[in-house]
């Protein structure tokens, strides 16, 4: 069982609640393995690439392609990476080929009751609009999320 809460975040933050049918362990693996990112990262209809030096400091850099071969291209820093428990990056979407406004996100993983709870955290958008934006786009990316890890 998928349960997921979408918490309205003050002002231009993001905050999302799945329990997934997994260990932290391999949900904290699904996010950080390239072959396995590859599986379920992005929004239905996109197949996604992950370079990933996961440590702080480290660079990790994704590229979204979608069904008609259009990329879509992101990257960041590792700020924070606490094996099966907590991953802090910054994210910033390509804008003509030079990083674009910057977000921070936070997801934390949480064992319980033989499943994971993970806490996920973005923010501040620029604009509600953008942070709404993000809400549907990662929503649809932890569904693929879910199956990925309960499919393990």
């Not at 921070?104 to 955290?121: D, L, Q, S, W």
Request: charged share 25%.
């Amino acid at each position: 069982m998928i349960i997921t809460q979408t918490v309205p975040s003050s002002g231009r933050e993001l905050t999302i609640t799945r329990t997934l049918d997994a260990t932290p362990h391999d949900v904290f693996q699904a996010w950080l393995d390239p072959v396995r990112a590859q599986e379920w990262m992005g929004p239905r209809g996109f197949q996604a690439s992950l370079e990933s030096d996961a440590r702080p400091g480290g660079k990790w850099r994704l590229c979204l392609r979608d069904e008609k071969g259009d990329e879509l291209w992101q990257g960041g820093i590792y700020r924070e990476v606490v094996e099966d428990q907590r991953l802090v990056f910054t994210s910033a979407w390509d804008e003509n080929g030079q990083p674009g406004y910057e977000t921070t996100v936070i997801v934390n993983f949480v064992p319980k009751a033989g499943k994971t709870m993970m806490t996920f955290r973005q923010g501040t958008f620029e604009t509600m609009s953008e942070r709404d934006g993000h809400r549907a786009g990662w929503n649809s990316t932890f569904d693929r999320l879910a199956e990925h890890v309960r499919t393990e």
